[in-house]
């Protein structure tokens, strides 16, 4: 059986990768005009959350049951995904009367690939 500091590892490397996919997205995503990318990192900043609420779990921060701090996690990533998705719609919506252009190159799918392949590690 795994102990809670190789946890805490497991989880704070998933942490440290999701957020250098979250920057780099929405850096990208802010450079290019590219809501696809934007919604993106949102998602991955969901998962930032997840992930210090899953470390926070393992080091028993201030006594508080997992069981509760996976409820209120929940709630809060409940709110996340519907707070982000309404700030997707609001630009979406925005864009149907004035449609950008898209500055979209090598590096727009070098960090798309990278957002893959860190999902595919937080999954593991």
Same mark, same amino acid.
């Given at each position: 059986m795994e102990d809670h500091a190789s946890h805490r590892k497991v989880f704070l490397k998933v942490l440290i990768t999701n957020v250098a996919v979250f920057l780099a997205e929405l850096t990208i995503a802010?450079?290019?005009?590219?809501?696809?990318?934007?919604?993106?990192?949102?998602?991955?900043? %969901?998962?930032?959350?997840?992930?210090? %609420?899953?470390? %926070?779990?393992?080091?028993?921060?201030?006594?508080?049951?997992?069981?509760?701090?996976?409820?209120?996690?929940?709630?809060?990533?409940?709110?996340?995904f519907f707070i982000s998705a309404g700030v997707i719609l609001k630009k979406a919506v925005e864009r149907l009367d004035r449609p950008l252009d898209?500055?979209?190159?090598?590096?727009?799918?070098?960090?798309?690939?990278?957002?893959?392949?860190?999902n595919m590690y937080g999954a593991n």
């Open positions: 802010l450079y290019s005009g590219s809501l696809t990318m934007l919604s993106d990192s949102f998602h991955v900043f %969901i998962h930032i959350f997840s992930s210090i %609420i899953a470390y %926070i779990s393992e080091t028993g921060f201030l006594k508080l049951e997992p069981a509760k701090l996976k409820k209120y996690s929940a709630l809060i990533n409940v709110n996340l898209l500055e979209i190159g090598w590096l727009f799918f070098v960090i798309a690939s990278l957002g893959l392949f860190a």
